[in-house]
Nanobody, 120 residues
Framework: QVQLVESGGGLVQAGGSLRLSCAASGSTFSAQAMGWFRQAPGKGREFVAA????????NYADSVEGRFTISRDNSKNTVYLQMNSLKPEDSAVYYC?????????????WGQGTQVTVSS
């Protein structure tokens, strides 16, 4: 099972940008689909973005489409989430996930999360 460590969260003003990173341990990273989820206080965990093992296909939630970009570097065992034009409603704990495929991400491995706070 892959272990995941997120970083890059913080406090940013509305309209600003952040880049989250998720470093994975183990030799199976390049075979794993990867994704980002988020959870705001009092709300359930929601899907943000995902990428296939090769990086050839990406999926995004409607709420972030056009503002967020997911990418991966298999040589560094790392997946990224570039977040632009941030809004206060993007504030949440962001979690990285790894799985056999995009549809099964929620049943895979999870990181501990990184806090993103967007001030208005």
């Amino acid at each position: 099972q892959v272990q995941l460590v997120e970083s890059g969260g913080g406090l940013v003003q509305a309209g600003g940008s952040l880049r989250l990173s998720c470093a994975a341990s183990g030799s199976t990273f390049s075979a794993q689909a990867m994704g980002w989820f988020r959870q705001a206080p009092g709300k359930g965990r929601e899907f943000v973005a995902a990428i296939t093992s090769s990086g050839g296909r990406t999926n995004y939630a409607d709420s972030v489409e056009g503002r967020f970009t997911i990418s991966r570097d298999n040589s560094k065992n790392t997946v990224y989430l570039q977040m632009n034009s941030l809004k206060p409603e993007d504030s949440a704990v962001y979690y990285c996930a790894a799985g056999r495929s995009i549809p099964t991400l929620a049943r895979g491995s999870w990181g501990q999360g990184t806090q993103v706070t967007v001030s208005s």
